[in-house]
């Protein structure tokens, strides 16, 4: 069975949900045009943005092969995001809906 990390991006302070909706879909499809072999081991997402303090949050379930990858291209696009714990491993069970909803590849 394959593991998962949780990834969690947070937003700007006060950004609002509609432009760090947009931000995210620009790096993620940025990634599905340049490396979509990395890309499809992005999993799952969560169904909604929570709100933290004066940012939103997402959580992403990404295999733990392409968390480097992906932490690069989160600094590269400027999305803030928490430290990676790389100890608390996930299965694909875990991102079940409705809280979670599979990526399309």
């Not at 879909?25 to 499809?40: K, V």
């Not at 909604?48 to 990404?62: A, C, D, V």
């Amino acid at each position: 069975m394959e593991d998962y990390l949780c990834l969690t991006v947070q937003s700007q302070p006060g950004e609002s949900q509609d432009a760090f909706k947009s931000r995210l879909s620009a790096l993620w499809s940025a990634m599905l045009r340049e490396d979509q072999d990395r890309f499809e081991n992005v999993y799952a997402e969560t169904v909604r943005f929570e709100q933290k303090n004066s940012s939103l949050t997402r959580q992403y379930l990404i295999a733990v092969e392409v968390a480097d990858e992906v932490e690069r291209r989160l600094l590269e696009a400027g999305i803030d995001f928490l430290p990676i714990d790389r100890e608390d491993l996930f299965s694909k069970y875990e991102a079940a809906p409705p809280e979670w909803m599979q990526i399309e590849h």
